[in-house]
């Protein structure tokens, strides 16, 4: 998500997620309304159904509200720290990247904040020291105010716009995980009261994520079948953004294959696409997750976004997996009297 445009795209999405969750919640607590008027249920059992689901959820949910808090605090401190070393080493010597934020699904729920407070406070203590040095070589004569100027100059023309890509990053996916914590409680709520939602016309697909993760070093591959659910021909076209580590980081184009790119389907058609990625050590370090988007253009009226998450492990003494597969269909987001898509999953890992 490196350009304004795919900001607008993932806005719309989000817009769009937002208005559906909106229009569901609001036709089931119309149908709970219906339903006492016509006196199938009772005020009070609804009241105390609604209490023991939320006493239930507490815990959970509120691990999920705080992990995500927490997630979005830490990759903002790990942005700023990552862009203030990269302004200073351009006047002192390199000092190398600043340590990642601990990741909040590794920390205990009582911990968390102060973690996170002794995470700042180290990169404060990092960025305090490195700006003494230097006031002090400025002070000596060894830097002059002109040079500091000028490399300030350089590398906001350089860095801004990478910087708000970023920024826009995590923003956007803190948003995005916001809204299916509380879609999920919402329906959940609601599914305790009125049973199951029968009517998946207005649900929102959820939205599709693969895993390119195994042993460092592996070559990962996923395959993605694209069917044309509409009555004309389409002219497909898959492309994928560049990696990002989740908790925010340096943007790079690792050597990702898709195969094929572009593609024409008759109506009814599919066709397998292959994407192949090698968690190549010196690009993904172990331990952490690295996203992308996929996108699929052409199959509907507007594309298909499909997040792509690689995560480099500890070689293994062997790993045999068996073959992955994602069903895609774009249509079935945009057209809701197509059929509904279906999703298998399999792994496939080579040496």
């Known amino acids: 998500m490196s350009q304004p445009s795919d900001w607008g795209l993932r806005f719309q999405e989000l817009a769009a997620e937002a208005g559906q969750l ?3 919640t609001l036709r089931r ?3 709970v309304l219906a339903r006492v008027a016509r006196g199938e249920l009772q005020p009070d059992d609804v009241q105390r159904q609604f209490r023991e689901y939320l006493e239930e959820r507490a815990t959970v949910s ?7 808090s927490v997630g979005l605090l830490a990759g903002l401190l790990h942005v700023e720290a990552r862009y203030r070393d990269g302004l200073l080493d351009g006047l002192l010597p390199a000092q190398g990247p600043p340590p990642p934020p601990p990741s909040p699904s590794s920390i205990d729920l009582t911990n968390w904040f102060q973690t996170l407070a002794t995470y700042a406070a180290e990169q404060s203590s990092r960025s305090m020291a490195r700006h003494q040095q230097l006031v002090d070589r400025v002070a000596a004569g060894e830097i002059s105010p002109a040079l500091v100027q000028e490399q300030g100059r350089r590398f906001l023309e350089e ?5 708000l890509g970023d920024v826009m990053t995590l923003g956007l996916t803190f948003v ?9 409680l919402s329906d959940g709520l609601y599914d305790r009261v009125l049973g199951p939602d029968m009517d998946r016309a207005t649900r929102p697909e959820p939205p599709i994520c693969v895993d390119l993760r195994g042993p460092s070093g592996s070559l990962q591959s996923v395959g993605v ?4 659910t509409r009555l004309q021909s389409a002219d497909v076209v898959c492309t994928a953004s560049e990696f990002a580590p989740r908790s925010g980081g340096q943007r790079f184009r690792p050597a990702l294959e898709i195969a094929p790119s572009r593609f024409r389907l008759a109506p009814g ?7 192949r990625l090698p968690l190549d050590p010196a690009q993904f370090a172990m331990g952490t997750d690295y ?9 509907g009226e507007r594309p298909l976004i499909v997040q792509l998450i690689a995560r480099a492990e500890s070689p293994a003494p062997s790993a045999n997996a068996t073959p992955s597969e994602v069903v895609a269909q774009p249509i079935t987001r945009q057209t809701p009297r197509s059929r509904s898509a279906s999703a298998a999953r399999k792994g496939k890992t080579q040496r």
């Open 291 to 299: 996203v992308a988007t996929l996108s699929i253009e052409g199959a």
């Open 62 to 68: 509120t691990r999920e509200l705080v992990e995500l």
């Open 22 to 24: 909106y229009a569901r």
């Open 225 to 228: 079948v694209v069917e044309n």
């Open 159 to 163: 860095h801004a716009p990478e910087f």
């Open 269 to 275: 058609e599919h066709r397998d696409v292959d994407i």
């Open 29 to 31: 607590y119309n149908e």
């Open 176 to 184: 995005s995980q916001l809204q299916q914590s509380s879609s999920a």
